[in-house]
Nanobody, 124 residues
Framework: QVQLVESGGGLVQAGGSLRLSCAAS????????MGWFRQAPGKEREFVAT????????YYADSVKGRFTISRDNAKNTVYLQMNSLKTEDTAVYYC?????????????????WGQGTQVTVSS
């Protein structure tokens, strides 16, 4: 069992930056791919970014490419999402998720464990 706890959300003006963190429990973190998803009010939860077990492969949604960066520190059991040039449309609850497969995927249904989410609000 893996428990995930997100932090770092908050209120920021458009054009600003935030860094989200997701701390994972358990000794198997380094074997898992990790992902970030987000859900805005009234919308489906959508893929944001994913990273494979070693951090050598990353993949982003087109809507965040060039602005967001996913990374991980396996020694700290933590995955990060650096968000720059934030837009009002980035406002959502952001979730991290762990996939017991190591490769990384944008498919929400592939993920086995989810955090509770952290709110990101971008004001104009």
């Amino acid at each position: 069992q893996v428990q995930l706890v997100e932090s770092g959300g908050g209120l920021v003006q458009a054009g600003g930056s935030l860094r989200l963190s997701c701390a994972a429990s358990g000794r198997t973190f380094s074997r898992y791919a990790m992902g970030w998803f987000r859900q805005a009010p009234g919308k489906e939860r959508e893929f944001v970014a994913t990273i494979n077990w070693s951090g050598s492969t990353v993949y982003y949604a087109d809507s965040v490419k060039g602005r967001f960066t996913i990374s991980r520190d396996n020694a700290k059991n933590t995955v990060y999402l650096q968000m720059n040039s934030l837009k009002t449309e980035d406002t959502a609850v952001y979730y991290c998720a762990a996939d017991r497969q190591p490769y990384g995927t944008a498919q929400k249904r592939a993920y086995d464990y989810w955090g509770q989410g952290t709110q990101v609000t971008v004001s104009s």
